[in-house]
T-cell receptor, first 113, second 112 residues
Framework: KAGVTQTPRYLIKTRGQQVTLSCSPI?????VSWYQQTPGQGLQFLFE???????NKGNFPGRFSGRQFSNSRSEMNVSTLELGDSALYLC????????????FGQGTRLTVV | GQQLNQSPQSMFIQEGEDVSMNCTSS?????WLWYKQEPGEGPVLLIA?????ELTSNGRLTAQFGITRKDSFLNISASIPSDVGIYFC????????????FGKGTHLIIQP
């Protein structure tokens, strides 16, 4: 059974640009959550999608958005990038909504210069 | 928001020693999860706990869901070099409205 796949693995962007990250969950999983990981703040919840609907959102500005498609694949978008957005962005998939037994991908390492 | 205090921050141990780490919360959680993360990888789920008082093992790893539902611990017995990594606890409240709340991690370093 394939795990969670995130693309791309690495990304370098310039301040002010926007970026889209992609996540393919484990087959059969309908919940996809996104997390930001930084050395200072640790792992922080961004948002969760379940059956193409955003179920909940963490404490991040509106520049961070996402969506989920009918095949459960999800994308996350960050607009008007800031230096502080440099982080490892992790996607996790679960069978059920609510973050239970979330399985993580390898992450996308975003560097904003 | 909810916060998890995970301790210790780091541990330097000898191969073969037992390890213990714990997490405490100011809020009640309905689910506790323990993850391990290695450099360049995403967190890997080790153990999931769903009931207060529950004790669950996964090989040399044992974790417990505290009776108060505000704490959990993870023990690793007879550590080996491949146990090196950062261990995170994570909690979810009813309905998972805030996703998973993570501790800051325990960095385990094993000296041969």
């Amino acid at each position: 059974k394939a795990g969670v796949t995130q693309t791309p693995r690495y990304l370098i962007k310039t301040r002010g640009q926007q970026v889209t990250l992609s996540c393919s969950p484990i087959s059969g999983h309908r919940s996809v959550s996104w997390y930001q990981q930084t050395p200072g703040q640790g792992l922080q919840f961004l948002f969760e999608y379940f059956s193409e609907t955003q179920r909940n959102k963490g404490n991040f500005p509106g520049r961070f958005s996402g969506r989920q498609f009918s095949n459960s694949r999800s994308e996350m978008n960050v607009s008007t990038l800031e230096l502080g957005d440099s982080a490892l962005y992790l996607c996790a998939s679960s069978l059920r909504a609510g973050g239970y037994e979330a399985f993580f991908g390898q992450g996308t390492r975003l560097t904003v210069v | 928001g909810q916060q998890l205090n995970q301790s210790p921050q780091s541990m330097f141990i000898q191969e073969g020693e037992d390890v213990s780490m714990n997490c405490t919360s100011s809020s009640i959680f309905n689910t506790w999860l323990w993850y391990k993360q290695e450099p360049g990888e995403g967190p890997v789920l080790l153990i999931a706990l769903y009931k207060a008082g529950e004790l669950t093992s996964n090989g040399r790893l044992t974790a417990q869901f505290g009776i108060t539902r505000k704490d959990s611990f993870l023990n690793i017995s007879a550590s080996i070099p491949s146990d090196v990594g950062i261990y995170f606890c994570a909690g979810a409240s009813g309905g998972g409205a805030d996703g998973l709340t993570f501790g800051k991690g325990t960095h385990l370093i094993i000296q041969p």
